[in-house]
């Protein structure tokens, strides 16, 4: 992913974390967090991906099909 190419080239750990499902242009996509810290810091960016997702709680299903 073209966004993740500066993390990977620096080599800082990165995150992703699903936080929601948003719409755009009649489509139903995944939002999600990219969270990224220094060198060695995997520890925390675990502990905070682990912490938004229980506070977000459950995801809703994406719906079945396309737009019409």
């Not at 620096?10 to 009649?26: K, M, N, T, W, Y």
């Amino acid at each position: 992913d073209i966004l993740t190419v500066a993390a990977n080239l620096a080599g800082v750990p990165g995150l992703v974390v699903p936080e929601c499902v948003g719409e755009f242009e009649g489509a139903a996509l995944p939002v999600g967090v990219q969270l990224m810290g220094p060198m060695w810091s995997e520890p925390t960016l675990l502990r905070v991906g682990h912490h938004l997702e229980r506070t977000r709680g459950e995801m809703p299903a994406a719906p079945t099909g396309g737009p019409a």
